[in-house]
């Protein structure tokens, strides 16, 4: 079937799941925000007892494969009595395993600001908190967003694993129409075109405005 | 609630999961090599001097990177026998994994390549040695043992992503898990125990990765 | 550290602004700052002069906190800085006594370090609102007032990197005062500036000396400029007060041979 057909048959199952994919990319972006900043802080903190369990989480989940982590969450949890609905057991492990490789971005971006600006935030007596949240996180997110640009690309890829599990997503609904209809090149070529227009025209021009908003707030544009 | 943990039942399913291992690390090795391989190629493909032929090649890395490698395991596995050519779900697996992260590997050798100063090139021109010397000799043993470290956590990486494997039946750890897991209604210790198995090897993997990045550090005396 | 023999507080009728009492500082087993008793009087301008590594800039970073002592009492206003009275004996300050402390003294470093994402008038109304509790519109009119003070209220909307050096340290100086610090420190606020512009920087140290009642601790390789504004020279050697006295005396009549070889070779220099 020839791809144009192909697309006006089934474009309602396709835009539906890249919805679906839309979703899960969203909430698993915010879950991987949240965690690494909080386990990139963590690690950072003088207090054994705050630093060795985010050590800990950063190894495990860096360590293992998304696709282990999704099917224990997904399949072990409800063993411990923790059963999630299959959408949000997707984007938890996404958000979790993409947060441990943002917690090593955000720590590395604390430490490139420059010591000068800690001491002239002790000198004004800024408290500890106020000192990060104020003067010392914005300063380091300029240094991360390039980086955080490689990473949801990561993330978006790694949402596709979701379907696995049987979460309609555009993975999911692709492999569907493969079943059915054996259109294999033009089910999954499609998707991987959508996949790849995702992350080139959406994701990786909307980080570089963020860096630019950054840079502009540091006065260098 | 805890779940009771079966020792007798990990210990009984250990060793298939430990055989499926040897596939695991054996397709990733053999994933790796043809990224080696295939990433130089497009690496070098992209600094030819027809426009043309470099724009296209990084569209298509570009591409390879940007889409989820269990997609082009499936697409690879699907499509090739529509073109006819059959493929084991091995085969197609391994070629897929290898497309994958030479795209990858082929960024890491751009940079690599692009990092040797310029007066490099000027002096092997001025000595008038021929391109593929220039190459081998010269430019390549300068541009790769910055990128061993940047290397090294493909290999770890590609190690972590073998499970994808499992969606077209490939025998590796994961597959194995899942089939000895619904053999017996019990996921527990068989996913536990790949975590853990992962865990032992990727975790020394990525330290050894970084002791050589240090080693490499201080014998080009940076 | 046995602190038995040092007072909880010092007594009103000997109460320096800074006090320091057998100060020493060791990086290892390297002493740095080597038993160190020195006092600054209220309203005193000290200008500390020595080699590099003489320790002249540990002491300002010492009683700004940002490092600590290993042995020793430090007292600003009467009050331990480096210790605190806990069970009716000194023991070493935890970071919250510290915290209270530090809104005393001020200090400008050689690389001015502003915040660079925030305008000058932001990087002096940081202070005062997160830490002293002043409202924005108190804390704008403050900044505004010293900005005036410093010369730089036209470029108070202007970002770090629009200004030069020594713009640049002028705010600097302007933030640190919005605190309203007891004691101000001066760590070689010129030396990163081009000689062109050490002049703007000097000239609004020197209005301060004048107008202001303020306690200032400076280093500097500046020599005329401290001879012509300091109450007092102090030159460091090896982690200890070589020699200390007016800037006349020190400068036009130095004593020891190591203060004499020091300032010939300055003199050498320019």
Not at chain 1, 91 to 117: H, K, T, W
Not at chain 2, 28 to 35: Q, S, V
Not at chain 2, 109 to 135: F, H, K, M
Not at chain 3, 105 to 114: A, R, S, T, V
Request: net charge positive.
């Amino acid at each position: 079937m020839p791809i144009w057909d192909f697309l006006r048959t089934y474009s309602p199952a396709l835009a539906a799941g890249t919805l679906t994919t839309c979703i899960e990319f969203l909430m698993a972006t915010a879950i991987a925000v949240v965690v690494a900043v909080a386990m990139g802080l963590a690690k950072l903190s003088g207090r054994w007892l705050i630093r060795v369990p985010a050590i800990v989480y950063i190894e495990i989940f860096r360590g293992t494969s998304l696709l282990v982590q999704l099917y224990w969450i997904f399949f072990v949890l409800p063993l411990f009595g923790i059963t999630l609905p299959k959408s949000i057991a997707g984007f938890l492990s996404v958000g979790l395993n993409c947060g441990a490789y943002g917690a090593e971005l955000v720590r590395g971006a604390i430490e490139a600001v420059p010591r000068g600006q800690w001491e002239a935030a002790t000198a004004i007596s800024l408290s500890p908190g106020v000192r990060m949240r104020r003067i010392i996180l914005p300063q380091a997110l300029s240094v991360m967003l390039p980086p955080w640009g490689n990473l949801l690309v990561e993330l978006l890829k790694g949402t596709a694993l979701v379907a696995l599990i049987s979460v309609s997503d555009l993975m999911f609904e692709v492999k569907q129409i493969n079943a059915m209809t054996y259109l294999s090149a033009q089910a999954f070529g499609t998707a991987l075109v959508i996949y790849y227009l995702l992350a080139r025209f959406l994701i990786t021009p909307f980080m570089r405005w963020l860096e630019h908003v950054a840079s502009r707030r540091l006065g260098k544009v | 609630m805890t779940p009771d943990w079966r020792w007798d039942f990990a210990l009984e399913i250990l060793p298939r999961l430990l055989r499926a291992t040897g596939n695991t690390l054996t397709a990733a090795a053999a994933g790796y090599a043809i990224a080696l391989i295939l990433g130089l190629v497009l690496a070098l493909a992209q600094r030819t001097k027809w426009h043309s032929i470099t724009l296209v090649v990084r569209e298509c890395v570009e591409f390879i990177r940007s889409t989820p490698l269990v997609l082009q395991v499936f697409f690879v596995f699907y499509v090739a026998p529509q073109f006819g050519i059959n493929l084991s779900p091995w085969t197609s697996g391994l070629a897929a994994i290898g497309l994958h992260y030479s795209a990858y590997l082929s960024e890491v050798y751009r940079s690599g390549i692009d990092a040797v100063p310029r007066g490099q090139w000027e002096a092997c021109r001025a000595l008038n040695l021929p391109l593929r010397r220039t190459y081998l000799r010269i430019i390549l043993p300068q541009a790769l043992i910055p990128a061993v470290p940047g290397m090294g956590n493909y290999l770890v990486g590609i190690f972590k992503d073998t499970p994808i494997l499992s969606v077209i039946g490939v025998a590796e750890l994961m597959q194995m898990a899942n089939t000895v897991g619904s053999e017996n209604y019990r996921f527990l210790e068989p996913f536990t125990l790949v975590g853990i198995i992962f865990l032992f090897i990727s975790l020394p993997a990525a330290g050894l990765v970084k002791l050589l990045e240090r080693r490499l550090r201080l014998a080009m005396g940076l | 550290m046995d602190t038995s023999e040092y007072p909880l507080e010092l007594p009103a009728d000997d109460r320096p602004m800074v006090r320091f009492l057998n100060v020493n500082k060791n990086y290892g087993s390297f002493p740095v700052i080597h038993q160190l008793n020195f006092d600054v009087a209220e309203g005193e301008m000290v200008t500390i002069i020595g080699p590099s590594g003489s320790g002249k800039t540990t002491v300002l970073r010492i009683l700004m906190t940002l490092e600590s002592i290993s042995s020793g009492v430090i007292y600003v206003d009467g009050k331990p800085l480096t210790h605190m009275v806990k069970g009716g004996i000194l023991v070493p300050a935890d970071e919250h006594h510290l915290r209270k402390m530090r809104s005393s003294i001020g200090m400008c470093f050689q690389h001015f370090n502003l915040f660079p994402h925030m305008t000058a008038l932001q990087n002096c109304m940081e202070g005062p609102v997160q830490v002293l509790g002043l409202t924005k519109k108190e804390a704008r009119e403050r900044s505004e007032e010293l900005l005036t003070l410093v010369g730089m209220i036209d470029k108070k909307d202007q970002h770090p990197s629009r200004l030069s050096g020594g713009q640049q340290q002028r705010v600097a100086i302007a933030r640190a005062l919005a605190m309203r610090p007891k004691v101000m420190l001066f760590d070689e606020v010129t030396s990163a500036l081009d000689p062109e512009v050490i002049g703007e920087v000097t000239n609004v140290i020197r209005k301060l000396v004048a107008e202001h009642n303020l306690t200032m601790l400076m280093v500097t390789h500046q020599m005329g400029f401290a001879r012509d504004i300091s109450d007092r020279v102090c030159f460091f050697y090896g982690g200890k007060i070589e020699e200390e006295g007016s800037p006349q005396d020190l400068f036009g009549n130095a004593q020891r041979e190591r203060t004499k070889q020091f300032l010939s070779a300055v003199k050498e220099a320019r």
